[in-house]
C-alpha cells in the first residue's frame, strides 16, 4: 500500500539543528507534490511546508521561513526538512504527507516523527 | 490560534445526525475547497472529504460536507461508535501560499 516514513525526530537544545527524512515506497513520488505538516501537543495541525514534485518550488509558513528548509531527491524518494534556529515552540510531531498538485488534499500521510526542542 | 474556527467539541448518541463548523475567511475557505481529514488516537490523520463534498473510495456516505461562503460543515449521520475521533478542516490559503487548518473537533459518541 501506498507509504510514507519518517524518520530523524529527537531531543535538541533550543538553537540547535536537525534533518528530517521521509522515505515513500508504492506510488509514483516524483510526480507528487509534498508537505511537512506539524501536530502540536496540544492537538492542532499546523502546515510547515510543501516542495513540488521537480523540487524547484517549494512553499513555507511564516513560522519557519528563514529556518527551515525543504527539499527532496527523487532517485531516493526521498523528502527533507532541515530546521535550524530551533525554538521550543517547534516541539511537535512531524508528519510527511502526499498530495497530487500544489493546492490538492493530503491524501497519504506517515506515521510522523517526534521533535522535541527543550534545554 | 488556527486560521480556521471549529467548536473543541461535539457529542451525539448512536444513530444521531451531527453536524461540524468550520468558519474561515475570504482568503481560505472564501475561493478554495475544503477538506476534512478524521483522526483516531495515536494514528496520522486520514482524508475524509475533499474538494467540499467529495468522498474517497472506501468513505461511507453516512459523511457529507459542504460549503457557503467563508463556512463549511461536515455532517456525520447514523452517528456510529467508530466516528469517534478528532476531525480538522483544511484549506488552501491564498495570503499564506500554503494550508490552514481548524483546531480540531473531538467527536463523542454519547
Known amino acids: 500500500q501506498l507509504q510514507l516514513v519518517e524518520s530523524g525526530g529527537g531531543l535538541v537544545r533550543p538553537g540547535g539543528s536537525l534533518r528530517l527524512s521521509c522515505t515513500a515506497s508504492h506510488f509514483s513520488f516524483s510526480d507528487s507534490y509534498m508537505s511537512w505538516i506539524r501536530q502540536t501537543p496540544g492537538g492542532g495541525l499546523e502546515w510547515v511546508s510543501f516542495i513540488g514534485s521537480s523540487g524547484l518550488y517549494t512553499s513555507s509558513a511564516h513560522s519557519v521561513k528563514g529556518r527551515f528548509t525543504t527539499s527532496r531527491d527523487n532517485a531516493k524518494n526521498s523528502l527533507y526538512l532541515d530546521m535550524t534556529s530551533l525554538r521550543i515552540e517547534d516541539t511537535a510531531l512531524y508528519y510527511c504527507?502526499?498530495?497530487?498538485?500544489?493546492?490538492?488534499?493530503?491524501?497519504?500521510w506517515g506515521r510522523g516523527t517526534v521533535v522535541t526542542v527543550s534545554s | 490560534q488556527s486560521a480556521l474556527t471549529q467548536p473543541p467539541s461535539v457529542s451525539g448518541t448512536p444513530g444521531q445526525r451531527v453536524t461540524i463548523s468550520c468558519s474561515g475567511s475570504?482568503?481560505?475557505?472564501?475561493?478554495?475547497?475544503v477538506n476534512w481529514y478524521k483522526q483516531l488516537p495515536r494514528t496520522p490523520p486520514t482524508l475524509l472529504i475533499y474538494n467540499d463534498y467529495r468522498r474517497p473510495t472506501l468513505v461511507p456516505d453516512r459523511f457529507s460536507g459542504s460549503r457557503s461562503g467563508t463556512s463549511a460543515s461536515l455532517a456525520i449521520s447514523g452517528l456510529d461508535s467508530e466516528d469517534e475521533a478528532t476531525y480538522f478542516c483544511?484549506?488552501?490559503?491564498?495570503?499564506?501560499?500554503?494550508?490552514?487548518f481548524g483546531g480540531g473537533t473531538r467527536l463523542t459518541v454519547l
Open positions: 483544511g484549506a488552501w490559503d491564498v495570503n499564506v501560499n500554503g494550508w490552514v
Open positions: 504527507a502526499r498530495h497530487k498538485l500544489e493546492n490538492d488534499p493530503f491524501d497519504v
Open positions: 475570504r482568503s481560505n475557505i472564501g475561493g478554495n475547497p
